[in-house]
């Protein structure tokens, strides 16, 4: 584990009650791995279900704390990051609470300081959703 729940702050700028990862599983600069475990106080919550956004934005903080930790490797300091698109979204099944998430992102190009990066979520196995998103590091 590169980053666990306790420290995962220290690399993404979301804030309770918006943060959708607890650990950096693994991180290269063109691989991330984080895991989450859906609670019943999160806000993407709908009949014990969670919902797409919040899927989405796992893959998002996924990406913020992978790079924030590769960049704490070899500059020190987590720069800020931006979706700047998102497509071939595609949902295939939502969790319900207590499930627990994992995630899994590669960086498919890079053209300066704009990433374009493929995201997966996974629970017990099935894939929930998957997507593209471009990322602009700041």
Same mark, same amino acid.
């Given at each position: 584990?590169?980053i666990?729940k306790?420290n995962?702050?220290s &690399?993404i700028? =979301?804030? *309770?009650?918006?943060?959708m990862?607890d650990?950096?599983?693994?991180? $290269?600069?063109?691989?991330?791995? @984080?895991?989450?475990?859906?609670?019943?106080?999160?806000?993407?919550?709908?009949n014990e279900?969670?919902q797409?956004?919040?899927?989405?934005?796992?893959?998002?903080?996924?990406?913020?704390a992978?790079?924030?930790? &590769?960049e704490? =490797?070899? *500059?020190?300091?987590p720069?800020?990051?931006f979706?700047?698109?998102? $497509?071939?979204?595609?949902?295939? @099944?939502l969790p319900?609470v207590n499930?627990?998430?994992?995630?899994?992102v590669?960086?498919?190009?890079?053209?300066?300081?704009?990433?374009?990066?493929k995201g997966?979520n996974?629970c017990n196995?099935q894939?929930?959703?998957e997507?593209?998103?471009?990322?602009?590091?700041?």
């Amino acid at each position: 584990m590169k980053i666990s729940k306790e420290n995962i702050k220290s &690399v993404i700028p =979301q804030r *309770e009650p918006f943060i959708m990862i607890d650990n950096l599983v693994d991180a $290269s600069p063109t691989q991330f791995e @984080s895991n989450f475990q859906v609670s019943n106080e999160n806000i993407f919550l709908k009949n014990e279900i969670l919902q797409e956004p919040a899927l989405i934005e796992n893959i998002a903080q996924t990406c913020a704390a992978g790079f924030g930790f &590769v960049e704490s =490797q070899s *500059e020190g300091k987590p720069r800020l990051g931006f979706i700047g698109a998102v $497509s071939k979204l595609e949902v295939h @099944s939502l969790p319900k609470v207590n499930s627990i998430i994992n995630t899994y992102v590669a960086v498919t190009h890079q053209l300066e300081n704009i990433f374009l990066v493929k995201g997966e979520n996974f629970c017990n196995g099935q894939k929930l959703l998957e997507c593209e998103m471009k990322i602009v590091i700041n």
